[in-house]
Nanobody, 120 residues
């Protein structure tokens, strides 16, 4: 059974770069899935941030965040990482990593989520 676990600092200062890692167990990140980051700001709905593909590390980002977003992976550690630069308090959210099969329309496995607060 696949498990995803987010890790990273819970507090980031404005203008800094938010960095989170998702560690995957029970499945390889080189298998046929899109490995994604999603967030939920307080009182708002889920917002898809982007994904990294299983095959060649191709990435796709939300248009509203793409200038500040970078997703990478380390296949030796079975991890993928989110970096979001120039953060503001509006980036405060619970951040989730999740996977979606290439042929599926929805995510089938999620991490538990990690709270990130942007504040000085």
């Amino acid at each position: 059974q696949v498990q995803l676990q987010e890790s990273g600092p819970g507090l980031v200062k404005p203008s800094q770069t938010l960095s989170l890692t998702c560690t995957v167990s029970g499945a390889s990140i080189t298998t046929s899935y899109y490995w994604s980051w999603i967030r939920q700001p307080p009182g708002k709905g889920l917002e898809w941030i982007g994904y990294i593909a299983f095959s060649d590390s191709t990435t796709l980002y939300s248009p509203s965040l793409k200038t500040r977003t970078s997703i990478s992976r380390d296949t030796t550690k079975n991890q993928f990482t989110l970096q979001l630069s120039s953060v503001t308090p509006e980036d405060t959210a619970v951040y989730y990593c999740a996977r979606r099969a290439v042929v599926a329309a929805s995510f089938d496995s999620w991490g538990q989520g990690t709270q990130v607060t942007v504040s000085s």
